[in-house]
């Protein structure tokens, strides 16, 4: 049997088709959800329950959190999600309108206060949050911190000008640096 010259070329053209279609059926089309489960003093509640219900769809995903109060919600459908979290002796909490994002990680931490299981605390979330747990979300936080000291250090310089301006306007002109005496008139 005879090859034609083609056909190598066919079959190659074909597994190559073959194994495309398969990673383009692998790609992601989720998102995930994580935080930490806190009580009002800060410290971490264990095996609270953590339900993150898909807005549109209404599909509801549980977890427990950790014995250090963390949570994970992966695989979640990208859209926006209604969270509740619950611990006995606990005030469950809601935050609502959380996005999950395409192949992003969100942090929703959520702070449960003591009281009754049947009373709701509802938190109205943000669709802007910093992911810390990526390189990028790190990177945007520092940013935002660094941008916070330079302004601290303007303002302090500000009012260090001001004081100086302030005080040479009362002294008549004359500036004496702090902790020194000032020259006596009566020579």
């Known amino acids: 049997m005879q090859h034609h ?18 990673f383009v059926l692998a790609q992601s089309v989720s998102g995930e ?9 800060g410290a971490a509640i264990p095996n609270a329950t953590v339900a993150a219900k898909n807005v549109a769809t209404g599909i509801e995903t549980t977890t427990q959190s950790s014995a250090t109060g963390q949570y994970r919600l992966p695989n979640l459908l990208v859209g926006v999600y209604d969270l509740t979290v619950a611990a006995s002796g606990f005030n469950a909490a809601q935050v ?21 299981s049947k009373t709701v605390v509802e938190v109205t979330g943000s669709s802007v949050t910093i992911d810390t747990t990526t390189a990028q979300g790190r990177l945007v936080f520092h ?5 916070a000291e330079f302004e601290r250090s303007l303002i ?10 302030r005080f040479l306007k009362s002294s008549g002109g004359m500036w004496i640096a702090p902790h020194t005496r000032r020259p006596s008139s009566d020579k």
Do not use: H, W
């Open 143 to 147: 940013m935002f911190g660094a941008l």
């Open 156 to 165: 302090r310089q500000r009012v260090k000008i001001g004081l100086k301006s």
């Open 96 to 116: 609502r309108n959380l996005e999950v994002k395409l192949n992003v990680t969100a942090t929703a931490n959520v702070t449960l206060q003591v009281g009754e």
């Open 5 to 22: 010259p083609g056909s190598r070329l066919l079959t190659l053209l074909t597994i190559c088709f073959l194994f495309s279609q398969t």
């Open 33 to 41: 959800l994580v935080g930490t489960v806190y009580d009002s003093t």
